[in-house]
């Protein structure tokens, strides 16, 4: 019995150190690396809170997440910036389709090359023709038609759709939304996404309009101050004012009631879902079977002060 005992521990040993050796030569598995590109200019709030949200995916999973983003909204460089992108050769690509034309082709070059793209926030309607995975995102059409909706249930019979960014296809349909929902009795108001100008060409439009009462920009940059000059001229109870996408100033005012309603697309659900499905799909081949809608939902005075908090956080 006592030999039979020291074979069993012998050969114990000799099988643990066995495994250890196996385990020691198994090669650790390489971090997954994505790149995500997005037209989001650096000032914009809404942007932060997407990054946000791939950064926690990206730290939740191991992988490895690069952030790209144009200074201004420029086309033409974030073209160039996913060239570099699909030329580094990573796991997968996470993009905001903002325009078809100008990303259209550079996304199928991915896609060729064996890279699988997620887009988010713009495009959904066409970044498949292009060989796209999936969109995670909202019907940015259908939001701007709700927008125009929920104005004319508030009594507004003409509004105006504040673009700050014309020829992002997301703001255009939008406001091509908005327009179709109050059945053309509303008109688009074109600006830059300097706060002065949009200040400047707000109050002019509604010097030289006086039957528009509603209201719409289509994020923070425009949002801000649209509310600033409302305030200035002590005008937030003589027109509806709402607004997509969330900020704390637009939060804020939301709760003081000097904004009517934000839509919002939780934005950093576009950041963190398509980080957590590339890796799905890096190490086990799986993905949704269809696009992932994070909006539109209805942000008021009744329900601002929940969501205050996490902006605080920077998750909404």
């Not at 100033?249 to 879902?273: N, P, R, S, T, V």
């Amino acid at each position: 019995m006592a030999r039979l005992s020291q074979w069993l521990l012998a050969s114990a040993a000799t099988t643990a150190l066995m495994a250890g050796a196996a385990q020691a030569q198994e090669p650790e598995q390489e971090a997954s690396r994505f790149v995500m590109v997005t037209h989001g200019v650096p000032s914009d709030p809404f942007w932060s809170v997407v990054k946000n949200g791939a950064e926690a995916a990206a730290d939740l999973v191991g992988a490895e997440l690069e952030y790209r983003a144009p200074s201004t909204f420029d086309m033409a460089k974030m073209q160039q910036l996913v060239q570099a992108a699909i030329a580094s050769q990573p796991d997968g690509l996470i993009l905001s389709f903002t325009d078809e034309n100008a990303l259209g082709s550079v996304v199928q070059d991915a896609v060729d090359n064996g890279i699988p793209v997620i887009t988010i926030n713009s495009g959904g309607d066409v970044s498949k023709d292009y060989g796209a995975r999936l969109h995670i995102g909202q019907s940015e059409y259908e939001a701007g038609k709700q927008a125009a909706e929920r104005m004319q249930e508030m009594g507004v019979e003409k509004g105006v759709c504040v673009n700050h960014e014309q020829g992002n296809q997301g703001l255009d349909q939008r406001c091509d939304g908005f327009v179709d929902g109050f059945d053309g009795n509303a008109d688009q108001l074109a600006t830059t996404y300097d706060p002065t100008n949009i200040r400047n060409a707000i109050v002019a439009y509604l010097n030289q309009n006086s039957d528009v009462r509603g209201v719409l920009t289509l994020g923070a940059l425009a949002a801000d101050p649209m509310i600033k000059a409302m305030r200035e001229q002590g005008a937030t109870d003589a027109f509806t004012l709402g607004t997509f996408d969330l900020s704390p100033g637009i939060l804020e005012a939301l709760d003081a009631g000097d904004l009517d309603f934000a839509i919002d697309q939780q934005q950093y659900m576009q950041g963190y879902l398509p980080v957590m499905f590339l890796d799905q799909f890096a190490k086990n081949g799986l993905l949704p079977a269809g696009d992932v809608a994070t909006g539109p939902g209805f942000v008021t005075q009744e329900n601002a002060a929940q969501v205050i908090e996490l902006s605080s956080q920077g998750i909404r």
